[in-house]
């Protein structure tokens, strides 16, 4: 599987790391174009065989699967840039956020096959979560495209309005998640703790609780339960959290950018 990236950034460079790590491209598949000597200089140490270039057409006319994957306000120049150099027979997946397929489509040709996939940036540790919606895609097509994405973590297809929503979810709800971390590791120093080992215990508990709600099939109330003694200390906790606006934070932050 061919696939060519315009756009070497974090985002970018963190699906690179992962298509190659879980074997999904080889060394030699994989084409990323950058202006930034630096950001290649990156995709290199992930492998030398990596082909990287400064020019975005040459990466885009070597592969079957382009993935723009650059700023939302540099998606027109990138499509400018490799419009002379792709065939109607590839399919373009753009990662940039906030730009619908619709502009896309109006901007590079309606003929295309065309995805947007929303990320977030645990895709090269294998373990990203993934959004898929699509246009003029085939069954098959939106098959493969969730195939590849699966290797990288989990991937679902969605209808393309709620990406807002899923936005704010998962690919935020990443600092989200380290945020809670922060402060809980904060609580643990407080306890006596070292801020290291706290960090690594807390992280390893929100690893094994996000497993619990994946593997077990239920939901976090079920879970919380299982946990939370009549009088004991968990349930102490979570008021005490619930006291002080827990979960109306996490509400009012998923929501802030609606």
Request: charged share 20%.
């Amino acid at each position: 599987m061919k696939i060519a990236f315009i756009g070497a950034g974090n985002m970018g460079g963190a699906i690179v790391k992962g298509l190659y790590l879980s074997k999904v491209c080889k060394a030699d598949e994989l084409f990323v174009a950058d202006a930034s000597e630096e950001a290649l200089k990156n995709i290199s140490r992930i492998n030398k065989n990596i082909f990287i270039t400064t020019n975005n057409g040459e990466a885009a006319k070597r592969a079957d699967y382009i993935i723009i994957a650059v700023k939302p306000w540099l998606v027109d120049t990138v499509i400018d840039s490799i419009q002379s150099s792709i065939k109607s027979n590839q399919i373009i997946i753009s990662i940039a956020a906030g730009i619908e397929l619709s502009h896309i489509s109006e901007k590079i040709g309606k003929n295309y096959t065309l995805f947007r996939v929303l990320p977030n940036t645990a895709v090269s540790l294998l373990a990203g979560m993934n959004f898929v919606s699509s246009l003029n895609a085939s069954k098959e097509q939106e098959e493969t495209i969730l195939k590849v994405f699966n290797k990288l973590g989990r991937a679902i297809i969605i209808p393309e309005k709620q990406m807002s929503a899923f936005t704010n979810v998962s690919s935020c709800g990443i600092a989200y998640a380290l945020r809670y971390l922060r402060a809980a590791t904060e609580g643990a120093v407080e306890l006596g703790v070292r801020p290291d080992i706290a960090q690594e215990v807390i992280a390893q508990t929100m690893i094994g609780a996000a497993q619990l709600i994946l593997q077990n099939k239920t939901n976090a109330e079920f879970e919380i339960d299982k946990v939370t003694t009549p009088g004991g200390w968990t349930i102490k906790g979570l008021n005490a959290m619930e006291e002080h606006g827990f979960t109306n934070a996490v509400i009012k932050g998923i929501k802030a950018n609606n």
